[in-house]
């Protein structure tokens, strides 16, 4: 029995060597693809800070950080993921979240607060092209300039590997884990598509926060499990209850 990892490629190889290293089998199906796009700032800001809430932004970046004066700047990142990529690619100042856009928000007005930033500082915002908030625009209700820059797509992948496929028709699959809204409704068309829906929601969907979750609920999935908090150590935990529960 197999263990269905939907999280885009590179990431989705070290979740595999954790699942791995916890005794699972894993098959991956990245149903998302990324997709850099090309960064032109022409707003002649003078930043205090940058903002990022996916590491795939500074991948997006990374070559240009140096020529674009960004790497002197302090990074606040939306958790730790993100903090390596931004220390990987040479930033030195780097500001860990909790985990999720909230939590971003809050430590970047939590920072103004203890005069880390200027009130009314002017932040760039690294970002993809498809955002689950507008944490520009509630920065900019407490006083802040917000420039946010697309550097990112992660476009929809199609179709399931043929062994994904054929995993859910032999009934070879667990459970499934996804990390965001988008890749959970990817995820639902291509199984779709494929044919393989009723198989692929008739078992445990393991989710990385409430907003995946919802939508794996509302498409009819009667297993959803939401980690405890959004980070990956919390959703392989809701994992093993999920297998638990199944055992029982």
Request: aromatic content about 4%; charged content about 25%; overall charge negative.
């Amino acid at each position: 029995m197999s263990i269905l990892v939907t999280r885009p490629h590179p990431e989705n190889e070290a979740t595999a060597d954790n699942l791995r290293a916890r005794g699972h089998v894993v098959l991956l199906a990245p149903v998302l693809k990324f997709e850099p796009v090309a960064f032109h700032d022409e707003s002649e800001a003078n930043y205090s800070a940058i903002i990022v809430t996916s590491a795939n932004a500074i991948r997006a970046v990374a070559p240009q950080l140096q020529d674009l004066g960004l790497l002197k700047l302090p990074l606040f990142a939306v958790g730790e993921h993100t903090a390596t990529a931004a220390l990987d690619a040479g930033f030195a100042e780097v500001i860990i979240a909790g985990g999720d856009s909230a939590a971003l928000r809050d430590k970047v007005i939590q920072s103004a607060r203890d005069k880390v930033l200027k009130k009314k500082s002017t932040l760039l915002y690294l970002a993809g092209a498809d955002l689950s908030r507008d944490l520009g625009g509630e920065l900019g209700t407490e006083g802040f300039n917000v420039v946010t820059q697309t550097t990112y797509r992660m476009a929809p992948v199609k179709i399931l590997p043929r062994d994904v496929c054929e995993g859910f028709a032999a009934h070879g699959i667990e459970a499934v884990l996804h990390y965001s809204r988008r890749s959970a409704r990817a995820f639902l068309d291509a199984a779709r598509d494929e044919g393989v829906e009723i198989s692929a929601l008739a078992i445990p969907q393991c989710c990385l926060s409430e907003t995946v979750a919802s939508v794996l609920r509302d498409a009819g999935a009667s297993q959803v499990l939401v980690a405890a908090k959004s980070d990956e150590n919390a959703l392989f935990d809701t994992l093993e209850r999920a297998l638990r529960t199944r055992l029982a």
